[in-house]
């Protein structure tokens, strides 16, 4: 049996905190889920048994800042998950780190790779408290603490790109023109916000719009689809899902119903 919600932040927290969401399982089988690139870093509190990472054969710490993904990944667990993470905005991790999010692309790190006492404790406590809208309340309480004030200049500049490429527009030197900014400022600005570079963060989004239209129009035909999320051709969007999660777009829908955690 399996239990997930989703819980949105308070208004004040929700220009960085896209939402909360809370898995749990109960059962003895095991199985493996595969994971896709979202466009979004989180933070992730195992309250029950970790899952284990089946390429790196490594089980996932404790409590860790996920950095941006650039592939899939196939994780395998049981039946006595109890997961609780905070998903982020795009641009929304620098609010509560100060960290080069720019290099954390791949990485999990903990309290303890951070020298983060704060969220040391925060672990500690969700671990001990059963009850999920007290770890809710925990968690946000804890970002309050850690929200700080950002260059809001290069914040609303990163922003307007980010709806900009919401909207389908992949063209960097555009973004960067919209964002007033030359191509390499741009580029090194975007990418210490996000976490990705504008590219890198582009063709994720365009993977995800593909997931959504799949997921709201069933119907829809390869041709189209690839039309209409700005791929070349269907054969660039068969190389470019098969990147990203490991299938070709008639693979994935065999093996899971289509999903976008960006756009959903």
């Known amino acids: 049996m399996e239990d997930f919600q989703i819980i949105y932040p308070s208004p004040a927290l929700a220009p960085y905190v896209k939402h909360y969401w809370l898995l749990k399982t109960v059962g003895g089988d095991t199985d493996v889920a595969r994971t896709v690139p979202t466009g979004m870093m989180s933070l992730i509190f195992h309250r029950g048994n970790r899952l284990l990472s089946v390429h790196e054969n490594t089980f996932h710490p404790r409590t860790f800042l996920n950095g941006q993904e650039r592939t899939f990944a196939d994780l395998q667990y049981d039946g006595q998950v109890n997961m609780i993470t905070v998903v982020f905005r795009p641009a929304g991790v620098r609010a509560f780190f100060d960290l080069p999010i720019n290099r954390l692309t791949g990485l999990r790190l903990t309290a303890g790779d951070m020298e983060d006492r704060e969220l040391a404790a925060l672990e500690n406590s969700l671990t001990s408290t059963g009850d999920d809208g007290m770890c809710i309340l925990l968690i946000e309480q804890f970002l ?32 960067a023109d919209t964002a007033c900014l030359s191509r390499k400022q ?31 129009n069933p119907q829809i035909s390869w041709a189209a689809l690839a039309a209409d999320c700005g791929y070349f051709d269907q054969s660039h969007m068969i190389r470019e899902f098969r990147s990203l999660s490991g299938y070709t777009p008639g693979e994935y829908l065999a093996a899971c119903p289509p999903h976008s955690d960006y756009f959903s």
């Open 144 to 175: 309050f603490r850690r929200l700080m004030r950002l260059a809001e200049h290069n914040l609303k500049r990163i922003e307007t790109t980010i709806r900009l490429i919401n909207s389908g527009e992949t063209n960097v030197t555009a973004l």
């Open 186 to 216: 741009f580029d090194r600005i975007f990418s210490e916000y996000v976490g990705a570079h504008p590219k890198e963060f582009s063709r994720t989004v365009r993977f995800q719009r593909a997931l959504y239209k799949l997921e709201t």
